[in-house]
Nanobody, 119 residues
Framework: QVRLVESGGGSVQPGGSLRLSCAASGNIFSINQWDWFRQTPGKERELVAGISRGGTTNYADSVKGRFTISRDNAKNTVYLQMNSLKPEDTAVYYC?????????????WGQGTQVTVSS
């Protein structure tokens, strides 16, 4: 009974910026880990960035220095600030969270949001 709603995708020119948001709602005791993935047709889904409840972050080498992941634990929301966007960043971006329920853990996916970077 957890729903993740993504927003913030769109089309931008190279060098532009976008900020993605993903808000979780439902039966949530806490969220232990947030991750952003992206996928382009013909390629495997790849991990872009992740952040733990405590704030520890990790990034794919391809986005280090350009993307910043953050979260608001009180709002059960994760963000991905994307700067200096490149055409190769074009993909559908998905948020994923590791949710602790009253009993047990599960992972949930957002619906995906399209990011297109082109001239």
């Amino acid at each position: 009974q957890v729903r993740l709603v993504e927003s913030g995708g769109g089309s931008v020119q190279p060098g532009g910026s976008l900020r993605l948001s993903c808000a979780a709602s439902g039966n949530i005791f806490s969220i232990n880990q947030w991750d952003w993935f992206r996928q382009t047709p013909g390629k495997e889904r790849e991990l872009v960035a992740g952040i733990s409840r405590g704030g520890t972050t990790n990034y794919a080498d391809s986005v280090k220095g350009r993307f910043t992941i953050s979260r608001d634990n009180a709002k059960n929301t994760v963000y991905l600030q994307m700067n200096s966007l490149k055409p190769e960043d074009t993909a559908v971006y998905y948020c994923n969270c590791d949710v602790q329920h009253a009993v047990g853990y599960n992972k949930y996916w957002g619906q995906g949001t399209q990011v297109t970077v082109s001239s």
